[in-house]
């Protein structure tokens, strides 16, 4: 059974996305999650946006900025991938494209049947961390 919630790390494309990364942990991993978020012209299919908004996690970290509820993996993770601090304005730019529904399949699926106030409060969240 799949993982489906609003939550950064609540669905199985993020988490297996940090998977990856924990497994290899590179910053090109990371900055290229928030440039295929953030460069896009086109709709940003949901799984690039789950990739995109860990990563961006990952940088509200690394600003010394964690959610109120920290998760230690994301915590360990940015300790170990230095440069994280320099991609702010790139993970801004991506969360930008993740929460318009024109653009983004995430968003779009979140709020398909009106507006989601728990979606929308956390990607609040993560700008407000990441800003």
Do not use: K
């Not at 790390?9 to 999650?33: C, K, M, R, S």
């Not at 993740?98 to 709020?111: C, G, I, M, R």
């Amino acid at each position: 059974m799949g993982a489906w919630g609003e939550g950064v790390l609540e669905n199985d494309a993020a988490l297996d996305w940090l998977g990856e990364l924990e497994e290899q942990p590179q910053i090109q991993t990371v900055t290229f999650a928030l440039s295929d978020a953030a460069g896009t012209d086109d709709y940003l299919a949901a799984s690039a946006g789950c990739e995109a908004l860990v990563a961006a996690e990952l940088v509200a970290y690394a600003l010394g900025r964690p959610p109120s509820e920290p998760e230690e993996r994301l915590a360990t993770l940015a300790d170990e991938l230095a440069g994280l601090r320099e991609h702010a304005n790139l993970a801004v730019r991506a969360v930008a494209i993740v929460a318009d529904a024109d653009h983004s399949e995430l968003t779009d699926l979140w709020t398909e049947d009106g507006p989601n106030a728990d979606w929308d409060a956390v990607l609040a969240d993560l700008r407000s961390r990441l800003g």
